[in-house]
């Protein structure tokens, strides 16, 4: 079935700084949604982007999407000590399916 | 309701006994899902609702595991002759189905098996 796996594992950078988080999957998909985790429980969600969207905003965050190779990208720009967290991406490959989700990106943002 | 509540927050149990979680889901919301998760692992689907019918529960390990969603709203996820294995977070998230498949989650149950 369909899986999003995210890279790195784990990241620390700066307060300031931008991070960049990615998601790579295996097959063609329908949606992909971003969330956050803090404390290993309740997952929040950050944004989905469609299979027909290249791009999308909120606030800090920025997503991409490029279907060629199959892969995803989540920025965050001018990061705070509070975006220390893990972040995971979820697919579905068509609609009405389950969404999976990867392993997820540890990110620890230093003061 | 503002958001996905389940309850209990925390459930300790032994080996063997029968458990029930509850997930209230975000009124209006005719999808429903349930994950576990365990710990440093992504969340790991277990079964889809739409409306009251289950729509996926290929997730569901074995037949010990069951999730009923009666009228539609609230859902129960039922685990008979608990094993060790089985402590994880359970989470379950609500969606308003395929025109808006954002899902949002409630805050996990943590069950711990003894």
């Known amino acids: 079935s369909q899986q999003g796996e995210e890279d790195p594992q784990a990241l620390s950078i700066q307060e300031g700084e931008n991070a960049t988080m990615n998601c790579s999957y295996k097959?063609?998909?329908?949606?992909l949604q971003w969330y956050r985790q803090n404390s290993g429980r309740g997952l929040v969600h950050l944004i989905l982007?469609?299979?027909?969207?290249r791009e999308k905003h909120s606030g800090r965050l920025r997503v991409t999407l490029d279907t060629s190779k199959k892969s995803s990208s989540l920025l965050i720009t001018a990061s705070r000590a509070a975006d220390t967290a893990s972040y995971f991406c979820?697919?579905?490959?068509?609609?009405?399916?389950?969404?999976?989700f990867g392993p997820g990106t540890r990110l620890s943002v230093l003061p | 309701g503002a958001g996905v509540s389940q309850t209990p927050s925390n459930k300790v149990t032994e080996k063997g006994k029968y458990v029930e979680l509850r997930c209230d889901p975000i009124?209006?919301?005719?999808?429903l899902y349930w994950y576990r998760q365990s710990l440093g692992q992504g969340p790991e689907f277990l079964i889809y609702?739409?409306?009251?019918?289950?729509?996926?529960d290929s997730g569901l390990p074995n037949d010990r595991f069951f999730a009923v969603r009666p009228e539609g709203s609230v859902s129960t996820l039922k685990i008979q002759r608990t094993e060790r294995g089985d402590s994880a977070v359970y989470l379950c998230?609500?969606?308003?189905?395929?025109?808006?498949?954002?899902?949002?989650f409630g805050p996990g149950t943590r069950l711990t098996v003894l």
């Open positions: 097959t063609s998909i329908n949606n």
């Open positions: 998230a609500s969606s308003r189905g395929l025109a808006s498949p954002e899902q949002f």
């Open positions: 609702f739409q409306g009251t019918g289950a729509a996926d």
């Open positions: 982007i469609r299979s027909n969207e």
């Open positions: 979820a697919t579905d490959d068509r609609p009405g399916q389950n969404f999976v």
């Open positions: 009124s209006g919301h005719t999808a």
